[in-house]
């Protein structure tokens, strides 16, 4: 989730599922801020919210090792603008990917419902909040396709080529509601990072050349 007021911190947080990687952002720029999966907040100044989500992360249970519940990213992510208003907000879920690779049908269309859910909740908390309202803008995406029935959808990757499909969808108020796109030039993941920062005004392929360009049909003209 992106905003472009500048009544808000000029800070970048990603909250998602497994490592650990900070925006790589210029000295004076966007500050950045990483939590990772399992890895609790630093303490300090957290809100009982999110006091509590360290604990749920170091006293829930777990199914992988190194990965949680798309629940705990997803509150942290919930509750942290709130407190923090930052200009970017990345969250990465992995149950699904997780119970497909298991084989786990149900769960996996479960996690997928879940998220569903939750993407309806972040943005409507970015229209509760009047730094967010009329500003925000939603970049939503998987990070890969998968692989066809009846047994090529528990995997991804090179010896899957239909994995290499994926959607992408935006909403916010400089991207005209034209519904879901068909007959088009293809448009890949590798255009997400130039479409962000032209959100916010910014060339990101004259900084980065091997970056696709911006989508133009979703950025403000």
Same mark, same amino acid.
């Given at each position: 989730? #992106?905003e472009?007021?500048?009544?808000?911190? +000029?800070?970048? =947080? +990603?909250?998602w599922?497994?490592?650990? *990687? @900070?925006?790589?952002?210029?000295?004076?720029? @966007?500050? $950045?801020?990483?939590? =990772?999966?399992? +890895? !609790? @907040?630093? &303490?300090?100044?957290? &809100?009982?919210?999110?006091e509590?989500?360290?604990?749920l992360? /170091?006293d829930?249970?777990?199914?992988?090792?190194?990965e949680?519940?798309? /629940?705990?990213p997803?509150? &942290?992510?919930?509750?942290?603008?709130?407190?923090?208003?930052? %200009?970017i907000?990345?969250?990465s879920l992995g149950?699904?990917?997780?119970?497909?690779?298991?084989?786990?049908?149900?769960?996996?269309l479960?996690? #997928? *419902? %879940?998220?569903?859910?939750?993407?309806?909740?972040?943005?409507?908390?970015?229209? !509760?909040?009047?730094?967010? %309202?009329?500003? $925000? &803008?939603?970049?939503? @995406?998987?990070? *890969?396709?998968r692989?066809?029935?009846?047994?090529?959808w528990?995997?991804?990757?090179?010896?899957?080529?239909? !994995?290499?499909?994926i959607?992408?969808?935006?909403?916010?108020?400089?991207?005209?509601?034209?519904?879901?796109?068909?007959?088009?030039?293809?448009?890949?993941?590798?255009?997400?990072a130039?479409?962000? /920062?032209?959100?916010?005004g910014?060339?990101?392929?004259s900084?980065? %050349?091997?970056?696709?360009?911006?989508? #133009?049909?979703?950025?403000? *003209?």
């Open positions: 989730m #992106a472009k007021s500048p009544g808000v911190s +000029r800070r970048s =947080c +990603r909250f599922r497994l490592g650990c *990687h @900070l925006l790589p952002l210029q000295s004076g720029s @966007l500050q $950045a801020y990483g939590e =990772c999966g399992l +890895r !609790s @907040l630093p &303490t300090g100044r957290l &809100t009982p919210k999110l509590l989500l360290n604990r992360k /170091a829930g249970p777990r199914v992988w090792d190194d949680p519940f798309d /629940a705990i997803f509150y &942290t992510a919930v509750e942290y603008p709130k407190e923090k208003k930052p %200009r907000l990345y969250l149950e699904t990917d997780d119970w497909a690779h298991g084989g786990r049908y149900r769960e996996y479960d996690s #997928a *419902h %879940r998220v569903d859910s939750y993407v309806k909740a972040l943005w409507d908390l970015a229209q !509760s909040l009047p730094e967010y %309202r009329a500003n $925000a &803008t939603l970049i939503f @995406l998987p990070d *890969h396709g692989g066809k029935a009846p047994h090529k528990k995997d991804h990757g090179q010896k899957i080529p239909d !994995s290499k499909y959607w992408i969808a935006f909403l916010g108020p400089d991207t005209p509601a034209l519904g879901e796109r068909t007959r088009i030039h293809a448009v890949t993941q590798g255009q997400i130039a479409t962000l /920062a032209a959100f916010f910014e060339d990101y392929v900084a980065v %050349r091997k970056a696709g360009n911006p989508i #133009a049909d979703v950025i403000p *003209h």
